[in-house]
């Protein structure tokens, strides 16, 4: 049962993390003007990064109950780990570029963000499969 649980959790950080990038993120931006899509942006991806932090925390304590110490493990454990950097770090660097118009540097960042994102999504589909 508890294998099934984090199953299900680790679909929903998948399921979550798909949503935001192509739902959430590109609708925002079409559907709100650059302030106030700014704005919502910078309110909602706090969020975003918690509680699939959180979840990622869930899965990994299912697989330390349940001894769980394989690639899987490690990949979730990534995820969470990458998800942390996300938010305490990179978000806030990406926040400051774009305030101080440093747009080469806000590229960048925000080109790595997207990059990490991706990669998190790869391996939770590792996971799952």
């Not at 869930?58 to 109950?65: A, H, P, Q, T, Y």
């Not at 349940?66 to 990534?78: A, T, V, W």
């Amino acid at each position: 049962m508890m294998q099934q649980i984090s199953i299900y959790l680790t679909s929903i950080i998948l399921g979550i993390m798909l949503f935001f990038s192509f739902v959430v993120a590109p609708v925002t931006f079409t559907a709100l003007n650059e302030e106030n899509a700014r704005k919502f942006i910078r309110k909602i991806f706090p969020y975003y990064y918690t509680v699939n932090l959180a979840i990622s925390i869930l899965v990994l304590i299912c697989f330390i109950i349940l001894k769980i110490f394989s690639l899987d493990f490690y990949l979730i454990l990534s995820v969470a780990v990458l998800f942390t950097v996300s938010n305490f770090i990179l978000m806030p660097l990406i926040n400051k570029y774009r305030d101080e118009k440093q747009d080469k540097k806000f590229k960048y960042s925000h080109f790595i963000s997207v990059i990490i994102n991706f990669i998190q999504m790869i391996f939770l589909v590792i996971i799952l499969f």
